[in-house]
């Protein structure tokens, strides 16, 4: 989180493009119903693109992001859509995911960089979103969306909630991380290497990169939260796409294609690896920000994002979650003024507040409700209002209303955990960067790291990383990511 956010317009854009028609799928060549044109969807794309670019931010590299889009516009070139103005991006997420909006904007996190072991593996991925594209997937999800009125575009008992506190789509930017069905899955797998091929990559990079995503999954510590999940099951997926590999080598030989490990490798090293301390860093629990110095503890066990604009925190399997973000002080009231402002602007009514201290800083924190235009649906917030070094942050949690009394206990206990942070704390908070260390004889993914790291990230995480089953040990020679902090 590092500047101010903006109420989301993604939703509104999204509607706006609505008209309902057929069209030719691009790939299958079929009829089908979908709810946008061609021209509606780039529009609709572009959009988007913008709020993507806001909230999650773009990975400061140059390079490396010239280096994907190169081999992106390479693949698309080849597609069933070339004529689409495609984009493609490194977004500054640790979260391993990859995903694709209407109209050709390919996005790869960060994180998932981390995972693929070479260029092919690179193509699979890149490959794969634009069959979610070429295919018109990503239209067709919208439009069983919308049609359906699922997901956070109209749906959600918590759009009052989330209206409240600058958007709780942001955190997950709504309806650009529709799911897919497993047909669309492996359609898009097969694309993908159908792609690779036709560009001159070993296509056997997309099961390679199914399998690390399987395995990353099994890790259980490093993977993507279910709730922001956008692609199910890839253990299962590589056996499905094996036959595709088969049918797809006895057309072309795959000898001569491109695989590139060290060309890739070394475009990784200094790569920052997991949250980027200048947009703050989440420890367990914790979220610390060592540039706007100030630190807080999320309820323990909850699944915490970091982005660019706000932090969002949602217990485990109910819809219950907690939102951090900046506010925008234009009125010279007082902080209670500006609080019930801020959430009467947003439907909510105060039912209870006061002015406080928490931790020696001036706060204001209340109890609000409101009701979901929609749905009918009662939701209540307990947020909180705080001034530290001239600005002002709401650290509020929310919630359907027949389950605020079970949460509340927890909202208040992060809200009161808000707390400066001092000059020397802020300083020993480094980023860890990717390295690479040459395997010696006897080396086990335990001693590295321990000895290499030391133990930033566990052994099983760095053998999932390195593109090898957890019970399998590197080979001597092997030259292997580590994780090193500063």
């Known amino acids: 989180m590092s500047t101010l956010t903006t109420r989301t317009v993604i939703v509104a854009a999204l509607l706006a493009f609505v008209v309902v028609g057929c069209a030719t799928n691009p790939v299958t060549g079929r009829r089908e119903f979908v709810m946008m044109s ?30 994907v889009s190169e081999i992106g516009h390479e693949m698309a070139a080849l597609s069933h859509r070339p004529d689409l103005p495609w984009s493609f991006a490194v977004v500054d997420s640790p979260i391993v995911n990859a995903f694709a909006i209407p109209g050709g904007y390919i996005y790869l996190t960060r994180g998932i960089m981390a995972y693929l072991g070479d260029e092919a593996d690179l193509a699979g991925v890149l490959g794969h979103e634009i069959g979610h594209v070429t295919a018109r997937h990503s239209v067709q999800a919208y439009t ?40 669309a899955e492996l359609q898009s797998d097969r694309l993908g290497a159908e792609y690779a091929v036709q560009s001159g990559w070993d296509p056997t990079g997309v099961r390679d990169m199914l399998s690390t995503l399987g395995r990353l999954r099994g890790d259980g510590g490093s993977g993507i939260p279910s709730w922001l999940s956008t692609h199910p099951e ?45 947009q703050g860093i989440v420890r367990g629990s914790e979220f ?17 994002i970091n982005m660019p604009t706000q932090v969002v925190a949602q217990q485990p399997g109910e819809e219950v979650f907690m939102v951090l ?80 009394n079970r949460a509340e206990t927890a909202f208040n206990e992060a809200i009161r955990s808000f707390r400066p942070m001092d000059a020397s704390e802020a300083e020993s908070i480094r980023p860890n960067r990717l390295r690479f260390y040459t395997v010696r004889q006897g080396d086990t993914w335990q001693s590295i790291a321990q000895g290499v790291g030391p133990e930033i990230v566990p052994p099983e995480t760095l053998a999932v990383m390195n593109g090898f089953p957890v019970n399998e040990q ?6 292997v990511k580590v994780v090193q902090a500063g």
């Open 38 to 67: 061609e021209a509606q969807e780039i529009a609709m794309g572009q959009e988007a693109d913008a709020q993507v670019r806001e909230q999650m931010g773009v990975y400061d590299d140059p390079e490396l992001q010239a280096y």
């Open 144 to 183: 069983r969306a919308t049609g359906a009125q699922l997901g956070l575009v109209a749906g959600s008992v918590f759009s009052p909630a989330a209206r409240a506190l600058g958007g709780l789509a942001e955190s997950g930017l709504g309806v650009l991380f529709l799911r897919y069905g497993r047909d």
């Open 234 to 278: 890839p253990d299962v997926r590589v056996g499905r796409i094996d036959p595709v590999l088969d049918e797809l080598s006895q057309q072309a030989s795959f000898d001569n294609l491109r695989v590139n490990r060290a060309g890739y490798l070394d475009r990784l090293d200094g790569m920052l690896y997991g949250e980027n301390p200048d």
């Open 288 to 304: 610390l920000h060592p540039v706007l110095r100030f630190a807080l503890r999320f309820p323990e066990g909850w699944d915490v």
């Open 325 to 404: 973000q900046l506010v925008e002080n234009t009125d010279s009231g007082s902080l209670e003024q500006l609080a019930i402002g801020n959430m009467r602007e947003s439907g909510f009514a105060v039912e209870s507040g006061g002015d406080t201290r928490i931790n020696g800083l001036t706060a204001y924190i209340g109890t609000f409700a409101g009701e979901d235009a929609q749905e009918g649906a009662q939701a209540r917030v307990r947020a909180a209002f705080i001034q530290h070094d001239g600005t002002i942050y709401l650290l509020g949690g929310m919630t359907e209303a027949s389950a605020y």
């Open 474 to 479: 590197p080979r001597p020679g092997d030259r």
